[in-house]
């Protein structure tokens, strides 16, 4: 397993941006697959995006695509998305998630989360 730690959430207004980091500790970080997903309060997690192992391939929820932007650096170990023209329904605790298989929902390895705020 690795262990994750997000950073660079925040408040911004409508339309701004901000880049969240995932830093993974442990062997062997481009075998895993990393997503982002968040949870808005009442609501369950969901998806936002996933990132195959070369950072190739990706993927993303219908509600962010040409706004947020998944990449990773496997040099340093380290996932980032990439938000921009937020909306006051992105809000929410972003988290990543790793997973040597699919990252989905029952992925094991977590990190805390980061909040997000965007005001409208």
């Known amino acids: 397993q690795v262990q994750l730690v997000e950073s660079g959430g925040g408040l911004v207004q409508a339309g701004g941006s901000l880049r969240l980091s995932c830093a993974a500790s442990?062997?062997?970080?481009?075998?895993?697959?990393m997503g982002w997903f968040r949870q808005a309060p009442g609501k369950e997690r969901e998806l936002v995006a996933v990132?195959?192992?070369?950072?190739?391939?990706?993927r993303y929820a219908d509600s962010v695509k040409g706004r947020f932007t998944i990449s990773r650096d496997n040099a340093k170990n380290t996932v980032y998305l990439q938000m921009n023209s937020l909306k006051a329904e992105d809000t929410g605790v972003y988290y990543c998630?790793?997973?040597?298989?699919?990252?989905?929902?029952?992925?094991?390895?977590w990190g805390q989360g980061t909040q997000v705020t965007v005001s409208s």
């Open positions: 998630a790793a997973d040597r298989a699919a990252v989905t929902i029952t992925s094991s390895s």
């Open positions: 442990g062997r062997s970080f481009s075998l895993y697959k």
């Open positions: 990132i195959g192992g070369s950072g190739i391939t990706t």
